[in-house]
């Protein structure tokens, strides 16, 4: 399925300085923030809690949510080969198990999940597959668990607008544009999930970030 998802830099010659270019550029402590802090409200009740992240990318944030929840399972899935090695050899790795899988295929364990994360993933996914990532992970979660999904909206001011276009071409102009043209909210209605809640929006250089909570019914 290689040609069906952009690699976390736009290219795979690229992954391997994708971290920087994160942290230098993405306002990623927004990003990781928001999300440890919303998982860690929606599991405070929960024993042993058990955490996805769908496309996980390099790692860093199921490692930071495996850090911060010390009895929670958290397993990351990852289709690029390249981007779950590297995750695999950062510190703290050892906390999480890594899964190399597609995010529009069946979930590992299906329907046992507290939480499920999919974070800037649906803009590197072609624009038909995007809602079906997302009803993936309504097949992962229990009834009441709880959606955890960042990704791309209209940029929200002049840096953001300045930026976009430069996103766009990094990732590709097809898979973007509808979420910088403002279609994840319905696509979360759409897929199943109840409840939706904007938790966050932040912009960065190269657009703006919004990050939502939905519940599975």
């Not at 399972?73 to 690029?80: A, I, M, P, S, Y």
């Not at 899964?99 to 803009?123: K, Q």
Request: charged letters at 20%; a negative charge.
């Amino acid at each position: 399925m290689a040609a069906d998802f952009v690699p976390a830099a736009g290219r795979a010659s690229l992954t391997r300085f994708y971290d920087t270019a994160i942290a230098m550029l993405a306002r990623e402590h927004l990003l990781r923030g928001g999300v440890v802090r919303e998982i860690r409200s929606a599991t405070d009740r929960i024993h042993a809690p058990r955490v996805l992240e769908l496309g996980c990318g390099t790692g860093s944030l199921s490692i930071a949510l495996a850090e911060d929840l010390n009895d929670a399972t958290v397993t990351g899935v990852e289709l690029d080969p390249l981007a779950l090695s590297i995750a695999q050899r950062k510190p703290g790795a050892g906390q999480v198990e890594w899964l190399e899988g597609n995010v529009l295929h069946d979930p590992p364990s299906p329907g046992t999940w507290d939480c499920v994360v999919i974070s800037l993933v649906l803009h590197h996914l072609k624009p038909a597959d995007q809602p079906t990532a997302l009803s993936q992970a309504l097949v992962a979660l229990r009834p009441g668990g709880t959606l955890h999904v960042v990704d791309f909206a209209p940029p929200a001011n002049r840096v953001a607008r300045i930026g976009w276009p430069i996103l766009q071409r990094i990732d590709g102009v097809e898979n973007t544009t509808p979420l910088g043209e403002g279609a994840l909210p319905s696509m979360i209605d759409r897929s199943g999930f109840v409840n939706r809640t904007l938790v966050q929006r932040y912009n960065t250089i190269f657009g703006t970030n919004e990050q939502y909570r939905a519940t599975a019914g």
